[in-house]
């Protein structure tokens, strides 16, 4: 690059297409340097020379890295691409610096050093920086102070002829509002929680669309809170991934296909024992059959039996089926208890057949694939609901809450389960029980429960049959071989005269279309009679 011409780089500092200050002023910025530094008489004793930033304006000494940095920052002062006067660049044949023995040293530099004599030291007395009143007043002497470039703009009329009108037009306002400046700006990115995209309070996630994956991804229920990475022994982890095979209903032709093999295999198995066998080796038996005999199984059935992944999700909350779950460490010190857990076995009716628990911690499972996705399960610590339970002659329920039970299998789907809470139980003081019982609350949803109605009860009673009770002597007497199973029992010709207040309410009020067909007949019947009668 030749100094001594081009030297536009300078006014190119920031474009509008790179980030910070272009390359080309970086790479011109690092010449500079390298010419500043190549002259002695420019560098003190300290290897520092002037910055000619927009700032410093060549009155600070500073080091190489500094200088490069104030550049790159603010840029250079004004003119100063015309001559680096302060950094070794001559002009008109000499040196344009303040050293003394210059060619071009102003006179008052002179008579300075005059009177500082030939023993003063130069170098040590530019380090000194200016103090506050050298610094104005050198801004001051500037050419391109404001001050000595707009001078009329400084005067008390200037300032008092710039005072807005109080009243604008409604031209102006709208010229005013064309003229500001337009500032582009963006919507938030859709991962970033607004009033548009928060998720509602109560908000269980609702149904997932499947996309050809198993039912078992796409059941209802969100979980909530930070979410932190934990690792399942091998024990817990296959007892999690054979839980929802189980429960899987694309799996359960699976499941029977396993338990007619044990059957031919041993003989005379009882139901106990395949359920034992199925927990143990049906995840690795499903497993080796999608391996080898991968073409006949369909794919969203593969990738659930490949298993999930060794390092799952755990969090805090979750919400499903109306219910707001928290574990019982997030949920320990808070007022509210979210942490009971029920789930209901095969008697429904009865309340000693279920299963009740705490819920410990709420994971999710992650399954690769283009058939795969999340999974979430709970870790419960479940209570004897064999021994540790009873139930008294008002149908209140009591857990010993301190007999755990059924430890190999302590996950369920979140589905499955609804809320309770334990509270001691009430009772008389001399056979209050022990403090190891808690007396069960259920816990009522809050959902939407769809009611199908049926037709309302005043409808029931507009379009059905309208009885009148009329006594024998108010029937119609029928002439001649008249028998009466030959008339429409429905139809009853009743007089004006003993029609009371209510009862004409009420005919009023029957269907129009029974009318009809009362008043066809009554018309049918008298015609016939006539008939006879001419006969």
């Not at 200050?21 to 290897?47: D, I």
């Not at 779950?325 to 320990?332: E, V």
């Not at 071989?481 to 009371?500: G, N, Q, W, Y």
Request: charged letters at 30%.
């Amino acid at each position: 690059m030749n100094l001594s011409f081009d030297r536009s780089w300078m006014a190119r500092r920031k474009s509008s297409t790179e980030i910070g200050a272009t390359a080309e002023f970086r790479a011109g910025c690092q010449v500079f340097l390298e010419y500043a530094y190549s002259h002695p008489e420019c560098v003190n004793n300290r290897n520092q020379i002037r910055c000619p930033c927009w700032k410093c304006k060549n009155n600070n000494y500073l080091d190489r890295d500094m200088v490069n940095y104030h550049l790159l920052v603010s840029g250079f002062m004004r003119n100063y691409e015309e001559c680096w006067w302060a950094h070794g660049q001559r002009r008109d044949g000499g040196y344009t610096g303040n050293k003394p023995g210059s060619r071009s040293t102003h006179r008052m530099d002179e008579m300075v050093h005059d009177i500082a004599g030939p023993d003063f030291d130069w170098e040590q007395a530019r380090e000194q920086p200016m103090n506050s009143d050298a610094k104005a007043f050198s801004k001051l002497l500037e050419e391109d102070h404001p001050f000595r470039r707009n001078r009329e703009n400084f005067r008390k009329g200037k300032v008092e002829n710039d005072i807005p009108i109080p009243r604008l037009s409604g031209t102006e306002l709208r010229a005013r509002v064309m003229r500001l400046p337009v500032v582009p700006f963006d919507y938030f990115p859709d991962e970033v929680l607004t009033k548009a995209n928060r998720v509602p309070r109560n908000d269980d996630g609702g149904n997932v669309e499947l996309n050809g994956r198993l039912s078992v991804f796409g059941l209802p229920g969100r979980a909530y809170g930070k979410g932190k990475r934990v690792f399942l022994s091998e024990k817990e982890l296959h007892a999690a991934h054979n839980y929802i095979l189980i429960n899987c209903e694309e799996i359960d032709e699976f499941v029977r296909m396993y338990d007619d093999e044990l059957k031919v295999k041993h003989p005379g198995i009882t139901d106990k024992d395949i359920e034992i066998n199925r927990a143990k080796e049906f995840a690795g038996w499903i497993k080796e059959k999608a391996l080898m005999e991968g073409s006949t199984i369909p794919a969203n059935v593969q990738a659930l039996a490949m298993g999930p992944d060794m390092d799952q999700i755990s969090r805090n909350g979750y919400k499903v089926n109306g219910y707001e779950f928290h574990t019982k460490a997030y949920g320990r010190g808070k007022r509210t208890t979210n942490s009971g857990v029920c789930v209901l076995g095969d008697c429904y009716n009865e309340l000693s057949h279920a299963f009740y628990g705490e819920l410990e911690e709420i994971l999710e499972l992650s399954y690769k694939g283009t058939y795969g996705g999340y999974i979430n399960l709970f870790k419960c610590r479940w209570f004897d609901s064999e021994k540790g339970i009873r139930v008294d002659r008002h149908g209140i329920v009591d857990i010993d809450v301190h007999k755990s039970a059924y430890s190999n299998d302590p996950f369920v789907l979140p589905t499955q389960t609804k809320q309770v809470y334990y509270t001691p139980s009430p009772g008389k003081k001399r056979d209050r029980p022990p403090t190891d019982w808690q007396t069960i609350i259920h816990t009522p949803a809050r959902r939407r429960e769809e009611v199908i109605s049926g037709e309302f009860y005043q409808e029931e009673i507009l379009h059905g049959p309208t009885v009148i009770n009329v006594d024998d002597s108010e029937v119609i007497q029928l002439d001649g071989e008249d028998e009466p199973d030959e008339i429409d029992p429905t139809l009853i010709l009743v007089s004006d005269d003993i029609i009371d207040i209510e009862d004409e309410e009420l005919l009023i009020d029957t269907d129009s279309e029974s009318e009809s067909e009362a008043d066809d007949g009554y018309e049918s019947i008298q015609d016939d009679s006539d008939s006879e009668t001419d006969t």
